[in-house]
Every structure is written in structure tokens, then in C-alpha cells.
């Protein structure tokens, strides 16, 4: 898993052509130390600085989907051979992610109906029609699992959508095989890209915050001041006592047998524990 545990900012200003000055900032990352993330901020930061020196446009999203998401690791999960199958991580709004070295999962959520092509979609997958449409969204998602010759497959229902766990066997993140599966079952395109780019695969395991009816953290990672984390420790009880009360998925059911590979086993039953899969909870 190429997931770093030390990011470091590299800021300042920067002239325009025409004389103006701009503030930029570039993130590095390491998973070794802290010096190389900031060696990587520096030479960001430059790469940034030579192109508005020419008067180029920026990377959109400083070029988000070619690097990893800058996370708090929380914790290893390791398998009986002492190598790390997971990450817990926190992610930017607050919630908590595991992070699959070859347990697959993948959400498929149904896009708002904002457009004619997402009402189209949000259509095909049968959401915002209560019990006749929810079935026949879970019977689209069979036949893709069908088609994409996944095995054993255990089946969530999310509060935007679904949740697929491979358990027959294991993947590897970033192959072409993963990415046919993702794409065959409907991942979001960003999903699978970032499941590329982190050579693992994403589960939340823990309610989005406006969903139990909290803010997202107060402060961003890494928190560089005690102020700062004191903000974020407050911000983290509130949440935390908010998000006790719901699960983030709900088990429905096993397409295609009940075989669990060994090496999926422990992810399955630390993810559904996480998640109260198998409680009565409100889903957030």
C-alpha cells in the first residue's frame, strides 16, 4: 500500500508575468520521514512556481488523482504472517477508512438527479423509488457481478447506494483485473483511480459528519499546533458521540456462495463490527 504517514507544506509567493504575485502552497508526502516529505514539497512547490512563472494554468486540483489523499494513519492491521493488511486512516471530512491491501470492496452510490444524465442514471440503478426500486437495483448490481465473473460477493446497502466485498479471493489494487471488476459494477471513476494511485482499496467505516448532524473537523491534517489539536480532540468527542448512534452499512446478502478466502476473513468481521453491518441502525 503506498499510503504515507508524513506530509509536510512548502509556501509562499510567487511573481506572475505580468508583475502580480500569487500565494502558492504544495504538499509532500514520505513514507520514510519527514525530511523527504519536505525535499517533495519543495521540489512541488518549484515545479508550481516555474509554471505561473510562465503563465501556465495550474493542475487542476494540484493535480488530484496522481497522488495519494493526505490521511492520518490511525492504525495497522496486520495478517498471521505479520505483513499489514490495512490501514486505518481518517480522512479529510473526519471519518474513519480501511484501507485493503487485497480484500476488495467498492461502493457504488447513486448520483443526485441534478441532470438529465444523472436523473438517467440515478433511474438505471432504481434509487428514489422506495422497496420496487431499491429490488431492482439490487437486480442490476447481480447482473454486473455476473458478467464480472467476481465470485463470492457480499452485498451492503449504504445510505447513497451499495457496498461489494470480494471474498473468494483476493486482488491486487491497481491490476487490470481489479479495475474491470470496479468499473463492470459502476465505482465511481475517482474511486478506482485513487485505488490505483494508494494501491489499496476504501471502505468507510464511520458516518459522514452532516449525516449524524456535525461539522467536518475544525482544523486540517497534520494538526501543527497544541491550539490546533485541542480544536480537533473536541471537534472528535462531538463526532464521536453523534456517530454511535448510526451504522454505515447494512448487510443484505451473499451473491455467487458463501466462500471466504483466509486472508479476507479477519478484514470481513473487522469491517462489519466497524460498521454495525449487521444492527437495525439508522444508515449516515
Known amino acids: 500500500m503506498k499510503i504515507p504517514k508524513y506530509w509536510m507544506r512548502h509556501e509562499g509567493d510567487v511573481q506572475k508575468p505580468d508583475g502580480g504575485e500569487l500565494h502558492l502552497f504544495a504538499w509532500g508526502w514520505s513514507e520514510n520521514s519527514s525530511s523527504d516529505a519536505a525535499r517533495r514539497a519543495r521540489e512541488r512547490f518549484q515545479s508550481l512556481e516555474q509554471r505561473v512563472s510562465k503563465g501556465l494554468d495550474l493542475p487542476k486540483g494540484y493535480g488530484y488523482g496522481s497522488r495519494p489523499v493526505r490521511e492520518q494513519i490511525l492504525r495497522e492491521i496486520q495478517s498471521r504472517s505479520g505483513d499489514v493488511d490495512a490501514l486505518l486512516t481518517r480522512n479529510a471530512y473526519g471519518s474513519v477508512v480501511l ?5 476488495m470492496f467498492i461502493d457504488v ?4 438527479a441534478s441532470s438529465a444524465a444523472a436523473a438517467g442514471i440515478a433511474k438505471l ?6 422497496a420496487k426500486a ?17 465470485g463470492s460477493v457480499r452485498l451492503y446497502r449504504t445510505a447513497s447506494g451499495f457496498r461489494l466485498l470480494a471474498t473468494e479471493r483476493v ?6 483485473d ?8 459502476g ?4 474511486f478506482v483511480q485513487l485505488c490505483k494511485v494508494q494501491d489499496s482499496f476504501r471502505a468507510r467505516l464511520t458516518p459522514k459528519p452532516w449525516r449524524v448532524g456535525q461539522t467536518a473537523p475544525p482544523v486540517e491534517f497534520p494538526r501543527e499546533t497544541p491550539s490546533q489539536e485541542a ?11 453523534a456517530a454511535g448512534s448510526k451504522a454505515t452499512c447494512r448487510f443484505i446478502e451473499t451473491i455467487g456462495g458463501v466462500s471466504i478466502h483466509p486472508d479476507v476473513a479477519p478484514i470481513l468481521l473487522f469491517h462489519d463490527e466497524q460498521t454495525k453491518a449487521d444492527s437495525s441502525l439508522p444508515l449516515a
Open 99 to 103: 484501507n485493503a491491501a487485497r480484500a
Open 109 to 112: 452510490d447513486a448520483p443526485p
Open 125 to 130: 440503478f432504481g434509487f428514489g423509488g422506495g
Open 134 to 150: 431499491a429490488d431492482a437495483a439490487l437486480d442490476q448490481l447481480r447482473r454486473a457481478l455476473s458478467s464480472a465473473n467476481v
Open 171 to 176: 486482488f491486487t489494487p491497481a491490476s487490470g
Open 178 to 185: 481489479a479495475e474491470s471488476v470496479m468499473r463492470t459494477v
Open 187 to 190: 465505482a465511481d471513476p475517482s
Open 231 to 241: 480544536a480537533f480532540s473536541d471537534w472528535l468527542q462531538k463526532y464521536e458521540r
